[in-house]
């Protein structure tokens, strides 16, 4: 998974107003969204590296946070839920140079036996717990003829 970090935090000379919105987000960064929520795009994947499955996320938007006690992510579905513990207890989100947008990358162990089950399950929501914040995104969907294919 690979992310244009020049994409993520947008150019300085962006037109961009204050009230980031998500479509804005969506615009702004090349990758594909993994889900949404009210104020935040997650981007998200499946690595392996030396045997070891981890699962990477990026948070866009107005999540600002800076944590030593790590971070929870929950993946619910049709008969499936499955909850991960950030792989790092220390993490801070960056500020962007587009006004009130952050960007959290956090990275979260995944075992090898749950890495078939998630690639398998009908997800309906994915959600991150970090300090006070509980954030639940939807899987993100297009609406689009072109990406039918896929």
């Known amino acids: 998974m690979a992310f244009s970090l020049s994409k993520l935090f947008g150019s300085k000379t962006s037109n961009s107003i204050p009230g980031d919105t998500i479509e804005a987000i969506i615009t702004d960064v090349e990758n594909k969204p993994f889900g949404v929520s009210e104020n935040n795009v997650l981007f998200a994947g499946l690595n392996e590296l030396g045997g070891y499955f981890f699962f990477q996320t990026v948070i866009v938007g107005q999540l600002n946070v800076k944590s030593k006690n790590g971070a929870q992510l929950v993946f619910s579905g049709d008969n499936f839920k499955l909850q991960l513990d950030a792989d790092m207890p220390e993490f801070e989100s960056e500020s962007s140079d587009i006004k009130g947008r952050y960007v ?11 890495v078939k089950k998630l690639e398998e399950a009908t997800l ?6 970090v300090k006070k914040h509980d954030l639940l995104f939807s899987k993100y969907v297009v609406i689009d003829a072109s990406d039918e294919e896929e």
């Open 104 to 114: 959290t990358k956090i990275d979260f162990q995944i075992e090898e036996h749950d």
């Open 124 to 129: 309906k929501s994915i959600q991150i717990k």
